[in-house]
């Protein structure tokens, strides 16, 4: 019994033996540096791991993949890797080549890997990098309202007195715009940045014309980058005419009571100051005009306390700040 007892200890020992040698040959793995499209997308081509192409100006991801299932030690020990990328470490994984490469051309480099008990495996990769595509500009009905004559976009006409928004759409993320010829109708600017779809010109034109300018576009992170040009036109139309939107007859008032609701007189569009007046007639005794000179007022209103029974026929007058003048008759009834 001893003896069987004795070989079973023994068989213990050599299984408890096996067991504790595995984790060392796992890390003696051979150490080595994959290449396919199923592990890092690349490819190898007489003796070259060939990883996807990157452009310039645009962020780019590739892997350099090891089997060895452990923490390595990574370096470009010949060749360059694309300027705007960097090798760093990713882990069990490997190491990532990460970045926005600044400059177009074929990289070739050799990366030495050197795994914890110093085994060490060296892999050649090659990364094409291609030029940044210039900068385009969108110009058609769907996209900004623009229409493409001769190489003009002719962006939709706007008047004289009228707020105004026009669109200039771009490729490429956020970019920096100047005007580098021409000039924007009066009253209208353009901010250099606006956003990743492209900038605006805004504003309230002043003066009526045709007016035609050529907008350049750079990348605002990488402005040495190659950008864009687009030339567009605006036409401004006169004025739009004055119209006061309010009708009549106005609602009915009583004596004695406060006239309520208050604001009736309207004018749409209008750039201030405006002022208004009653040309002719006569307000119901006891109501008046409670703002007829705001600037900042595009209506104005009746207020107060009717006290005289009647029908009253009077006209609102009202001049805006381009000098459009609107009237219009309006009607008023008190009752008992």
Same mark, same amino acid.
């Given at each position: 019994?001893?003896?069987?007892?004795? !070989?079973?200890?023994?068989?213990?020992?050599?299984?408890?033996?096996?067991?504790?040698?595995?984790?060392?040959?796992?890390?003696?793995?051979?150490?080595?540096?994959?290449?396919?499209?199923?592990?890092?997308?690349?490819?190898?081509?007489?003796?070259?791991?060939?990883?996807?192409?990157?452009?310039?100006?645009?962020?780019?991801?590739?892997?350099?993949?090891?089997?060895?299932?452990?923490?390595?030690?990574?370096?470009?020990?010949?060749?360059?890797?694309?300027?705007?990328?960097?090798?760093?470490?990713?882990?069990?994984?490997?190491?990532?080549?990460?970045?926005?490469?600044?400059?177009?051309?074929?990289f070739t480099f050799t990366v030495q890997a050197v795994s914890p008990k110093g085994q060490t495996v060296q892999e050649t990769y090659s990364i094409t990098v291609a030029p940044a595509p210039p900068i385009t500009f969108f110009c058609s009905p769907s996209t900004n309202g623009g229409t493409l004559v001769n190489g003009v976009c002719v962006l939709p006409n706007v008047n004289v007195g009228q707020s105004a928004e026009e669109f200039i759409l771009t490729s490429g993320g956020v970019n920096t715009f100047t005007i580098v010829s021409g000039s924007l109708p009066?009253?209208?600017?353009?901010?250099?940045?606006?956003?990743?779809?492209?900038?605006?010109?805004?504003?309230?034109?002043?003066?009526?014309?045709?007016?035609?300018?050529?907008?350049?576009?750079?990348?605002?992170?990488?402005?040495?980058?190659?950008?864009?040009?687009?030339?567009?036109?605006?036409?401004?139309?006169?004025?739009?005419?004055?119209?006061?939107?309010?009708?009549?007859?106005?609602?009915?008032?009583?004596?004695?009571? !406060?006239?309520?609701?208050?604001?009736?007189?309207?004018?749409?569009?209008?750039?201030?100051?405006?002022?208004?007046?009653?040309?002719?007639?006569?307000?119901?005794?006891?109501?008046?005009?409670?703002?007829?000179?705001?600037?900042?007022?595009?209506?104005?209103?009746?207020?107060?306390?009717?006290?005289?029974?009647?029908?009253?026929?009077?006209?609102?007058?009202?001049?805006?700040?381009?000098?459009?003048?609107?009237?219009?008759?309006?009607?008023?009834?008190?009752?008992?």
């Amino acid at each position: 019994m001893r003896k069987t007892m004795a !070989t079973l200890v023994a068989a213990g020992a050599l299984l408890l033996g096996v067991a504790a040698a595995s984790p060392a040959l796992a890390k003696t793995a051979p150490l080595t540096q994959l290449c396919s499209p199923g592990t890092n997308g690349g490819t190898v081509i007489n003796g070259v791991c060939v990883l996807p192409g990157a452009t310039v100006g645009l962020r780019y991801e590739a892997f350099i993949v090891t089997s060895n299932g452990a923490v390595n030690t990574f370096t470009v020990v010949s060749g360059s890797i694309p300027p705007g990328i960097s090798l760093a470490a990713n882990g069990t994984q490997g190491a990532i080549l990460i970045g926005t490469p600044t400059q177009a051309g074929a990289f070739t480099f050799t990366v030495q890997a050197v795994s914890p008990k110093g085994q060490t495996v060296q892999e050649t990769y090659s990364i094409t990098v291609a030029p940044a595509p210039p900068i385009t500009f969108f110009c058609s009905p769907s996209t900004n309202g623009g229409t493409l004559v001769n190489g003009v976009c002719v962006l939709p006409n706007v008047n004289v007195g009228q707020s105004a928004e026009e669109f200039i759409l771009t490729s490429g993320g956020v970019n920096t715009f100047t005007i580098v010829s021409g000039s924007l109708p009066p009253g209208l600017s353009m901010p250099a940045t606006f956003g990743a779809a492209g900038t605006i010109v805004a504003g309230t034109p002043t003066q009526q014309g045709t007016f035609t300018f050529t907008v350049n576009a750079v990348p605002f992170a990488n402005p040495q980058l190659p950008g864009g040009q687009q030339t567009f036109s605006i036409t401004v139309d006169p004025p739009l005419p004055l119209v006061i939107a309010s009708t009549s007859p106005l609602p009915a008032g009583q004596v004695g009571v !406060t006239y309520f609701p208050l604001t009736f007189f309207v004018v749409s569009s209008a750039p201030t100051p405006i002022t208004w007046s009653v040309a002719s007639g006569q307000l119901p005794p006891g109501l008046s005009l409670s703002s007829p000179n705001a600037p900042a007022i595009i209506g104005n209103q009746l207020s107060g306390t009717p006290t005289t029974i009647g029908t009253f026929v009077f006209t609102m007058k009202v001049t805006d700040a381009l000098g459009r003048q609107a009237t219009q008759q309006f009607s008023l009834t008190i009752q008992p």
